[in-house]
């Protein structure tokens, strides 16, 4: 345990330990039912575009062939053919695995949304890459950073035309945003990719986060 825990913080990680009962084989450790701050991020922003008269979906569902998965916010406007894509992660364990499922959906979402809401060609399309506010995310974005500018090489224009309530600009785009869920009165809610190589983090690490969600959600 000592080993493990010094590995850890050597690492710049978080120890995290679960028990388990061996005899039931359906058992899920506590800290995979469900996870605060991921739902914290996608709550603040379908509240914000909702209260702009933005159409906004939740984990919805798209397959092309052998490529199946879920996005976490979505929004559109079928008469400017307009689709704002969200990708909420309060971590990166692993890179290669996020770009992964972010470059499917970038490039499957689109057709699959647009073949149920009848729209055969969008003419804006924003995918965005929502990264939580925090000083392991920070550091995880500075160790690659040549990485995540490959995979998200736009600026963030098309994101705050949709946050503004605007009319975000025609062609394709991926961004990354650095997000706080906890953001309140004046503070931004988020900053660039090229911010975020400079910027101070707003909290400490996920754990943080979730506490703080977590006794905001106590009666």
Request: aromatic content about 8%.
């Amino acid at each position: 345990m000592d080993a493990c825990a010094r590995i850890a913080v050597a690492l710049g990680r978080r120890l995290q330990l679960d028990l388990v009962d061996r005899r039931r084989r359906d058992a899920t450790p506590a800290g995979l039912q469900r996870d605060f701050v991921h739902s914290a991020m996608g709550e603040i922003e379908a509240r914000h575009l909702r209260a702009l008269g933005i159409a906004v979906g939740i984990d919805e569902p798209y397959q092309h062939y052998q490529f199946a998965g879920r996005a976490d916010v979505v929004a559109w406007n079928v008469e400017r053919r307009a689709l704002l894509h969200i990708e909420n992660r309060t971590r990166f364990p692993d890179f290669q695995e996020m770009a992964g499922a972010y470059n499917a959906k970038r490039a499957y979402l689109g057709s699959a949304l647009g073949a149920r809401l009848d729209v055969l060609h969008w003419a804006s399309q924003a995918h965005v890459i929502a990264a939580l506010w925090s000083s392991e995310v920070l550091h995880a974005i500075r160790l690659r950073p040549d990485s995540f500018r490959s995979l998200c090489p736009d600026d963030t224009d098309a994101f705050r035309a949709w946050w503004r309530g605007e009319a975000p600009r025609s062609g394709t785009s991926s961004a990354l945003v650095v997000l706080d869920p906890l953001a309140s009165g004046r503070e931004r809610v988020f900053i660039s990719l090229d911010e975020a190589m400079s910027a101070r983090p707003r909290h400490p690490g996920y754990a943080a986060v979730a506490a703080c969600i977590g006794r905001q959600s106590q009666p």
